[in-house]
């Protein structure tokens, strides 16, 4: 029987979602399992599959089988979404010749490893060469994507990662959340003056009894174990496939607090790769919709659902009980003010959710004025400590709490920081539409049932995958465009009372 | 620059070495840690990663590759014996049309299906049809090795799991075991009635005192925790590559004893792997001679160096140290009688090291038969309890304690259980020869310092790889070819008191 070209490229679909799910299972068990001596072995096994998923995707043969499958009328909706994700990912291996690609993957490669030293010798000229290559090479393939898609430079990067994404839009909102972040977060600030000061409770606190109180709180969020685990890594990641999802956490002997509220986080990315569409398993149509999709996910549940007091409510004495712990800093009131602490800081991973965006605008502007050509490397530290100080009011004494404290940029992940905003904003949207469609979701969280909330994430987002873009999954599930009004009335609620 | 014929098999050998590693891996993983729901994406990952590195190997320039390579006479013998080798990869591939080898994968899992509930309801018959195409589709294959490889249908067989092994010699061999082996048995039997009977230690064990003592042990024999974990799985294994070694082991809380000596048996394998030489990491003359001596380095390490006196005197006081344990069944004398302990009995994995040998000579006897066609499927039964009794003089009651014992045959592995004997037989003679060239290794062993036995190994066995035969590092270690002699010594020596 032949197959008709549809028919033809889920086949070869499936096959490289199966290489991909390969790869991204030997990347946790880079992070989670492998002894140091085995880097240089994976290192290989990656690359050789990375190189034979590429030549997969860029098949000569997968243009006529595009084109036969876009013109084919017999196809149903879904399915049409498939073959526009197909293109969409076959533009972004295509568009860039692989001399390229092994170029800039050179270059990240290197510039990581000189990262590592310059971070810590807070000595930003010594990465400056490799900086300077990686964003020449990044603007190269951005031109080279940029023409296929017809898309700006900046937002061609984006589309690798929210697909669909467009500066003019974000710009928008971002400058809405910039106008209205400076003077709100000295208001929280001062407001948290007058109240009581959170106390962290004491430990130590053994890593049994922490994972067991993360392994009952991610069973009571709906993580199912018969398809997924949780273990330890040095950077908390969410991983694996959608039917065998690596979550990992990173301990702190003398506070459990973050590394729980992180388990949970995890567990948001997790309930949505879990909750993808079983029937379109190794489609392009079937998988995550994108970054920000993806971190709102995570930050539904962590920010809007576990932080709120309706949960600590549930979760206060399950922490005293998992700890032998009693006294003032056990009770449900010390973790509301806990878990709501708002704090200006130089680092943007130890940021709380009113100074985070901030961390996060900041990045966005250098970014596109650096894709664009509006901003030179060597005068980055400048450009972030000016904006880090317009923004929150602080200014970096050193260039390692400031622009040397991420990786993303020297890895080469340009056009990736808008979406932990984009995400927050979303999440804050979403939630407020779930709980107004669905008044039990609160109480049912403060009774550590989470199933309203998880069945209104499934049948609104999770199973709705990749066949609707971003903009419309908002829309549909929250009858407005994704805005900034939502979450700053969340954050409005929540620090100032209402 | 070209490269030469050599040059490009290296890279493209390099490339399939680490797709190999990657598959590996995922073992691992689905043995040691992957939840049961992902299975089915497991699967497919290895599916498709096995397609892709069949159609790599034979993709259709490698014969010109191979030809050219031959007949360049610049090469060094590693890398003649590196083509070599390469060729006789390449032969085990292209014999077989990708036809047969997706009718043998199916007719395996299918077979496997049956069996685990055959085996589980003593009922041979219910598997006996999918055995039947089993072992029909198997014997085309040995049929089309066969005529590729020059070798009868068993030896082409063999060749897979024992490279340059024919039936011919372990013929002679196991005649001559076969023949030693009913009356020394007996003998031992008899003799061991008159000793004192060991006394198992009384648990329970906890699983992190077994873990703690067995990692402190691995770490004495020279496992390299910078290359390699140890792990739990259902059934014990070595697997991962070569600078990241995973071996696994099952813990049993009554019983610490056979997990501990199960770690050090999975150390003897993983200590070969990562002492293989460094130089030729991805290339098939880099690799692991066969099965014969990978079970031979396991082998010599738990039944000859750690079941020794010597060993157990290091030993028995950190085994009283870790569980707290002290008393008669704590002593050095005790040990040494529970680890040299000789029963007749039905399961081969239980079997001592005096009874092993005739559970694989019924095996080898009966596979080699059923691949030339002298034995018929439904016949297997009555002819497995037929040999037994000739060998061990014991009978099955059932065909669960006897043909459905093992998975082997069923899941399409014939021509691999001779391997476990030979390793036992190539193990004594190593051990003998390195004893003898260096007295020192016993009474290190004694004082816990395993240098002198492994810088031996790593020398006679492990930097040799695959550059030479089977029985050249068996002849050029020991000085003669592999033969039952020394093997019978040592058991006359342990079990006969000399």
Redesign the interface.
């Known amino acids: 029987m032949t197959l008709t070209p549809y028919q033809e490229l889920e086949d070869r679909f499936?096959?490289i979602n199966?290489?991909g799910?390969?790869q991204s299972?030997?990347h946790w068990?880079m992070s989670a399992?492998?002894?140091?001596?085995?880097a240089?072995?994976?290192a290989?096994?990656l690359?050789?599959?990375k190189s034979?998923s590429h030549s997969m995707i860029t098949d000569p043969a997968i243009p006529d089988l595009l084109d036969g499958a876009e013109g084919d009328h017999t196809l149903d909706a879904w399915q049409q979404a498939n073959v526009f994700e197909m293109r969409r990912i076959w533009i972004h291996q295509a568009a860039v010749d692989s001399t390229l690609v092994e170029a800039l993957s050179m270059a990240c490669s290197n510039c990581e490893t000189a990262w590592r030293a310059a971070r810590k010798n807070n000595d930003f000229k010594s990465v400056l060469p490799q900086l300077e290559d990686v964003l020449r090479l990044t603007r190269e393939m951005a031109a080279a994507k940029s023409s296929y898609l017809g898309l700006s430079q900046y937002d061609a990067l984006l589309d690798t990662y929210e697909p669909g994404g467009k500066s003019a839009d974000i710009d928008v909102i971002f400058s809405d959340l910039a106008a209205f972040l400076p003077a709100f977060t000295d208001h929280v600030i001062e407001r948290q003056k007058s109240q009581k000061t959170p106390k962290l409770p004491k430990g130590p606190f053994t890593l049994s009894a922490q994972r067991k109180l993360g392994t009952d709180l991610m069973k009571t969020l709906g993580f199912?174990?018969?398809?997924?685990?949780l273990d330890e890594s040095l950077h908390p990641f969410c991983g694996?496939?959608?039917?065998?999802v690596r979550i990992t956490t990173r301990y702190d002997e003398n506070d459990f607090t973050s590394a729980l509220m992180g388990v949970l986080h995890e567990t948001g990315h997790a309930l949505y790769d879990m909750g993808l569409p079983k029937k379109w398993?190794?489609q392009p149509v079937g998988d995550a919709r994108g970054m920000s999709v993806h971190e709102s996910q995570s930050l539904l549940i962590e920010m809007q659902a576990c932080r709120s007091p309706e949960f600590i409510q549930f979760a206060a004495p399950l922490m005293g009980e998992a700890f032998g712990g009693n006294g003032d800093e056990w009770s449900e009131e010390n973790f509301v003010t806990l878990y709501t602490r708002v704090e200006k800081s130089f680092i943007r991973v130890d940021a709380d959710e009113v100074t985070y965006p901030s961390h996060v605008i900041l990045r966005y502007n250098l970014e596109k004025a650096a894709i664009n050509g509006d901003l030179e490397m060597k005068d980055l530290p400048g450009a972030w400590n000016d904006g880090l100080e317009k923004l929150l009011g602080i200014r970096p004494k050193t260039d390692t709490e400031g622009c040397l404290q991420d990786i993303h940029w020297y890895d080469g992940a340009w056009g990736y920081f808008p979406t932990y905003t984009l995400g927050a904003m979303t999440a804050a949207q979403l939630f407020d539409a779930a709980c107004r469609a669905n008044p039990k979701i609160k109480p049912a969280i403060a009774k550590g049932d989470f199933s309203p909330l998880l069945s209104w994430l499934r049948k609104n987002v999770h199973n709705v995958a990749s066949s609707v873009s971003t903009t419309e999954i908002v829309k549909n599930a929250t009858g407005q465009p994704l805005n900034a009004e939502v979450f700053k009335n969340h954050l409005k609620t929540r620090y100032l009372g209402g």
Request: no cysteine; proline share 3%.
């Open positions: 499936r096959r199966a290489l799910g390969a299972m030997l068990d399992m492998m002894p140091a001596g085995g240089e072995s994976r290989e096994q690359a050789v599959l034979i199912d174990f018969n398809h997924g685990r694996g496939t959608n039917d065998d398993r190794g």
